[in-house]
């Protein structure tokens, strides 16, 4: 009946327009995050200044000026301290970094035995990337080769003493084998007592909860360096006369006893956060404490405290560098050490040599870091509040 | 109440040694007589090895002459003040590096952290970058950086470098003018302290009247007027009795002034940047923390962008922000042990130098963990009531 309606619809999609010229483009981008308002304009002519009187020094002093290679101080100093660079030169003398590498990386090991350190990080990097690459399967017999496996292996090769290899004094250990055995096995410690520790601050066990409370609570109220203290001048006082133990066994007692408590406080985080819910839907299968834990509450409150968890092991692995207090010879230690090398020293040493175990440290943190956030997404099952 | 204890001391169905409280008191029980045991053996062998060694015990050793020197020393000290003394120093620098640490590390942390929020890309980037590259840099590597790397190599004092203020920068450390208060200077503090009072009482009466009659006041103005203009009036009013002591270079070194070693600089720049990356990211997440809708519910009631921020946005935001702010001054503090290993004076570095030298391990470890305690829960204490009274009050 009616023919003619006076309304239309449209039957396909309008073609999208580009968005107009002032919002889109370079030009639009700098205006909007670079000079927004007057406020802005000054903000960004203040950076551009600093990053111009900051950035270009320091790659002139990196790279351009740099000595990369060199026998000894003269290519790193100037001409007035006695060395073949004109004066006012100024530049990172990596030929320092270069000549003492073998030493930074691991200490005063024998040079003819250091194939068995090397042997060790490679099984170590062999081990650890299929671990933390999500898509390649077995990962249970991954972690036990990692987590069981290797260490005894490490063992066995670094001190030595057995099937024929000479054993290798702990003294003599330096650099960064120190730093990664030392976080290494604080970590693999630390993280299981700080799940007994968390577990024990939350038991209904009155004396267990108060040993594990003054535990936590005491070791977090002081510095490392007390504890590294402890651990070198009270424990061989606390042992029978006679017995006495490795100072590098010392050093990781004391380290993996700090992260332990840092770690119950952030698995009590955890713990805290599970719902009373799945306690009590545990509780009501029949489950018993340990079953309970384990299938059904740790896993959800490790999930949760990944972050935490991995500041923890981050903030242990730069703490390591303490143990120079007690006169062991980490990565920054061995750095240190090689200052007061007279075939090197020159002004730029000092500097040269900090930066680049800076850049190792900062290398590793910021690896770790990254990929404790690329866990966290992928293991976001979307029940975070 | 007598019934329900009957119900509960019915006996279990099972067997006794599946009864969760059995279990527990058993499990208990081998706890403490581990605990003692090795508790009694410690304490054992702690006794047995002193004997052999022949040390001391007890904390007679405080009374006795130090005879060793400290640098740097806020009360007086000499090498005959007793090992006592010169703990007493120790924690007074732990706590002068401590503070001046603390409200450095948070003025940093506040900038970059809201530099990391601000709206300009390049500002940003370089805020995103300052903490990512001190976060992942241990404190220690920070201090010798500063150290050796480069108030080492700063020029002889013949070459010092000379700054505003008749101040000046050497291998030795920084020298800036002493300060000399002359007679009748005290009036300036009685000043000062007068005008921080009255305008306390001033802001306070004004937050009345605002939310009696809805009048506002100017108190910032106010209050900046009787904190600075009464001791200035004071200083006038005195006859101008401050004066200074300027640095002045003489052939090896500078004299007069006041000095602060490089030591104290490296330690007080190394932790106030390092900790500060960790404050930036603190202050971050407590302003994101806070959900938009709060920004533009006060925008809808008329504020302005410095009212919202000032009377909606940071209060809020404090409430994230505190607690864990309070662990990181409490890092900062602990750090600050690092001392050792360049030589600045502090607690851990005497009580280790009194460890060597009188061999007592336990008593010196013994009070360099009760210090560091004691400090530790201060801290949180003050952090605690400042944080109560920030905190959100239900209804």
Redesign the interface.
């Given at each position: 009946m009616q023919e003619h309606d006076t309304s239309w619809v449209r039957t396909e999609m309008a073609l999208a327009q580009q968005a107009p010229a002032g919002v889109r483009g370079p030009l639009a981008w700098v205006r909007?995050?670079?000079v927004?308002s007057v406020g802005?304009v000054i903000?960004?002519v203040l950076?551009?200044a600093?990053?111009v009187m900051i950035v270009p020094p320091i790659i002139n002093w990196a790279f351009i000026s740099a000595q990369w290679v060199g026998p000894d101080r003269t290519v790193c100093a100037t001409a007035a301290q006695g060395g073949i660079q004109p004066d006012g030169w100024s530049g990172a003398c990596w030929a320092f970094v270069n000549a003492k590498f073998g030493q930074l990386m691991l200490g005063r090991y024998p040079i003819e035995e250091r194939w068995r350190p090397i042997l060790v990080a490679i099984l170590f990097v062999v081990l650890l990337v299929p671990l933390l690459i999500p898509r390649v399967p077995r990962k249970g017999l991954n972690a036990i080769l990692l987590f069981l496996v290797l260490p005894i292996v490490a063992f066995v090769l670094l001190v030595g003493g057995m099937f024929g290899l000479p054993h290798v004094e702990t003294q003599l250990w330096g650099g960064l084998l120190v730093t990664l055995s030392l976080s290494f096995v604080g970590i693999a410690v630390s993280l299981p007592m700080g799940i007994v520790l968390a577990l024990g601050r939350r038991s209904?066990?009155?004396?267990?909860k108060t040993?594990c409370v003054i535990f936590i609570e005491?070791v977090?109220?002081?510095?490392?360096?007390?504890v590294l203290?402890?651990a070198s001048?009270?424990l061989?006082?606390?042992?029978?006369?006679g017995v006495s133990f490795d100072k590098y066994l010392r050093a990781l007692i004391g380290v993996s006893l700090f992260a332990a408590a840092y770690m119950a406080e952030v698995i009590r985080g955890g713990l805290q956060a599970i719902p009373k819910g799945q306690y009590e839907g545990a509780d009501s299968l029949g489950l018993g404490y340990w079953q309970k834990m384990t299938l059904i509450v740790l896993p959800q409150a490790l999930k949760l405290v990944i972050p935490g968890i991995v500041n923890t092991f981050?903030g242990m692995f730069?703490?390591t560098?303490?143990v120079?207090?007690i006169s062991m010879f980490d990565l920054?230690g061995v750095v240190?050490q090689n200052?007061a090398d007279a075939n090197w020293a020159t002004?730029q040493t000092?500097?040269s040599g900090?930066?680049f175990?800076?850049f190792v440290?900062?290398l590793f943190?910021?690896g770790m870091?990254r990929y404790s956030m690329y866990t966290e997404r992928r293991l976001d099952t979307g029940h975070k509040r | 109440m007598a019934s329900q204890e009957v119900i509960r001391e019915e006996p279990s169905r099972g067997s006794f040694i599946n009864d969760p409280k059995v279990r527990g008191i058993f499990f208990q029980a081998v706890v403490v007589i581990l605990l003692v045991a090795g508790v009694w053996w410690i304490v054992h062998n702690v006794i047995e090895n002193l004997q052999r060694l022949h040390i001391a015990s007890g904390f007679g050793f405080l009374k006795n002459r130090a005879g060793f020197d400290i640098p740097v020393r806020p009360i007086a000290y000499t090498s005959d003040s007793t090992y006592g003394d010169a703990i007493i120093v120790g924690l007074i620098n732990t706590l002068i590096v401590a503070g001046a640490g603390i409200i450095t590390a948070t003025i940093i942390g506040f900038v970059v952290g809201i530099g990391r929020l601000s709206r300009n890309w390049l500002i940003r980037k370089i805020c995103t970058v300052y903490v990512e590259v001190f976060r992942n840099i241990p404190p220690l590597l920070v201090i010798f950086f500063w150290y050796s790397g480069v108030l080492a190599v700063l020029p002889a004092p013949r070459d010092s470098f000379n700054l505003p203020f008749g101040s000046f920068l050497n291998q030795r450390g920084f020298y800036f003018p002493r300060a000399i208060w002359g007679e009748g200077s005290w009036l300036i503090f009685v000043a000062l302290l007068v005008g921080i009072a009255m305008a306390w009482f001033v802001a306070r009466t004004a937050r009345q009247r605002q939310m009696a009659t809805g009048q506002q006041f100017p108190v910032l103005w106010t209050s900046l007027a009787l904190i600075v203009g009464l001791p200035l009036l004071a200083y006038a009013l005195s006859g101008f009795p401050l004066s200074f002591d300027f640095p002045k270079q003489s052939t090896f070194n500078l004299t007069g002034g006041f000095q602060i070693g490089p030591e104290f600089l490296s330690l007080y720049l190394a932790l106030s940047f390092y900790t500060a990356s960790f404050i930036a990211e603190i202050v971050r997440a407590g302003i994101l923390g806070v959900s938009k809708g709060q920004t533009e519910a006060a925008g809808a009631l008329g504020l302005r962008p410095g009212s919202i921020l000032r009377l909606v946005v940071v209060p809020q935001a404090m409430r994230i922000v505190i607690p864990p702010l309070t662990s990181q001054y409490l890092n900062l503090t602990k750090n600050s042990s690092l001392a050792i290993a360049i030589g600045y004076p502090d607690l851990t570095a005497i009580a280790g130098t009194v460890l060597n030298q009188t061999g007592q391990a336990v008593e010196g470890v013994l009070i360099m963990m009760v210090v560091y305690l004691i400090i530790s829960l201060v801290t949180s204490a003050v952090m605690n009531v400042v944080n109560a009274r920030m905190a959100l009050v239900e209804r």
């Amino acid at each position: 009946m009616q023919e003619h309606d006076t309304s239309w619809v449209r039957t396909e999609m309008a073609l999208a327009q580009q968005a107009p010229a002032g919002v889109r483009g370079p030009l639009a981008w700098v205006r909007k995050n670079l000079v927004g308002s007057v406020g802005d304009v000054i903000l960004t002519v203040l950076a551009i200044a600093l990053v111009v009187m900051i950035v270009p020094p320091i790659i002139n002093w990196a790279f351009i000026s740099a000595q990369w290679v060199g026998p000894d101080r003269t290519v790193c100093a100037t001409a007035a301290q006695g060395g073949i660079q004109p004066d006012g030169w100024s530049g990172a003398c990596w030929a320092f970094v270069n000549a003492k590498f073998g030493q930074l990386m691991l200490g005063r090991y024998p040079i003819e035995e250091r194939w068995r350190p090397i042997l060790v990080a490679i099984l170590f990097v062999v081990l650890l990337v299929p671990l933390l690459i999500p898509r390649v399967p077995r990962k249970g017999l991954n972690a036990i080769l990692l987590f069981l496996v290797l260490p005894i292996v490490a063992f066995v090769l670094l001190v030595g003493g057995m099937f024929g290899l000479p054993h290798v004094e702990t003294q003599l250990w330096g650099g960064l084998l120190v730093t990664l055995s030392l976080s290494f096995v604080g970590i693999a410690v630390s993280l299981p007592m700080g799940i007994v520790l968390a577990l024990g601050r939350r038991s209904k066990m009155p004396i267990v909860k108060t040993l594990c409370v003054i535990f936590i609570e005491f070791v977090r109220g002081i510095p490392l360096i007390t504890v590294l203290f402890f651990a070198s001048v009270m424990l061989p006082l606390f042992l029978p006369a006679g017995v006495s133990f490795d100072k590098y066994l010392r050093a990781l007692i004391g380290v993996s006893l700090f992260a332990a408590a840092y770690m119950a406080e952030v698995i009590r985080g955890g713990l805290q956060a599970i719902p009373k819910g799945q306690y009590e839907g545990a509780d009501s299968l029949g489950l018993g404490y340990w079953q309970k834990m384990t299938l059904i509450v740790l896993p959800q409150a490790l999930k949760l405290v990944i972050p935490g968890i991995v500041n923890t092991f981050i903030g242990m692995f730069k703490d390591t560098s303490l143990v120079i207090i007690i006169s062991m010879f980490d990565l920054l230690g061995v750095v240190k050490q090689n200052f007061a090398d007279a075939n090197w020293a020159t002004p730029q040493t000092a500097r040269s040599g900090l930066i680049f175990a800076a850049f190792v440290f900062w290398l590793f943190c910021f690896g770790m870091s990254r990929y404790s956030m690329y866990t966290e997404r992928r293991l976001d099952t979307g029940h975070k509040r | 109440m007598a019934s329900q204890e009957v119900i509960r001391e019915e006996p279990s169905r099972g067997s006794f040694i599946n009864d969760p409280k059995v279990r527990g008191i058993f499990f208990q029980a081998v706890v403490v007589i581990l605990l003692v045991a090795g508790v009694w053996w410690i304490v054992h062998n702690v006794i047995e090895n002193l004997q052999r060694l022949h040390i001391a015990s007890g904390f007679g050793f405080l009374k006795n002459r130090a005879g060793f020197d400290i640098p740097v020393r806020p009360i007086a000290y000499t090498s005959d003040s007793t090992y006592g003394d010169a703990i007493i120093v120790g924690l007074i620098n732990t706590l002068i590096v401590a503070g001046a640490g603390i409200i450095t590390a948070t003025i940093i942390g506040f900038v970059v952290g809201i530099g990391r929020l601000s709206r300009n890309w390049l500002i940003r980037k370089i805020c995103t970058v300052y903490v990512e590259v001190f976060r992942n840099i241990p404190p220690l590597l920070v201090i010798f950086f500063w150290y050796s790397g480069v108030l080492a190599v700063l020029p002889a004092p013949r070459d010092s470098f000379n700054l505003p203020f008749g101040s000046f920068l050497n291998q030795r450390g920084f020298y800036f003018p002493r300060a000399i208060w002359g007679e009748g200077s005290w009036l300036i503090f009685v000043a000062l302290l007068v005008g921080i009072a009255m305008a306390w009482f001033v802001a306070r009466t004004a937050r009345q009247r605002q939310m009696a009659t809805g009048q506002q006041f100017p108190v910032l103005w106010t209050s900046l007027a009787l904190i600075v203009g009464l001791p200035l009036l004071a200083y006038a009013l005195s006859g101008f009795p401050l004066s200074f002591d300027f640095p002045k270079q003489s052939t090896f070194n500078l004299t007069g002034g006041f000095q602060i070693g490089p030591e104290f600089l490296s330690l007080y720049l190394a932790l106030s940047f390092y900790t500060a990356s960790f404050i930036a990211e603190i202050v971050r997440a407590g302003i994101l923390g806070v959900s938009k809708g709060q920004t533009e519910a006060a925008g809808a009631l008329g504020l302005r962008p410095g009212s919202i921020l000032r009377l909606v946005v940071v209060p809020q935001a404090m409430r994230i922000v505190i607690p864990p702010l309070t662990s990181q001054y409490l890092n900062l503090t602990k750090n600050s042990s690092l001392a050792i290993a360049i030589g600045y004076p502090d607690l851990t570095a005497i009580a280790g130098t009194v460890l060597n030298q009188t061999g007592q391990a336990v008593e010196g470890v013994l009070i360099m963990m009760v210090v560091y305690l004691i400090i530790s829960l201060v801290t949180s204490a003050v952090m605690n009531v400042v944080n109560a009274r920030m905190a959100l009050v239900e209804r």
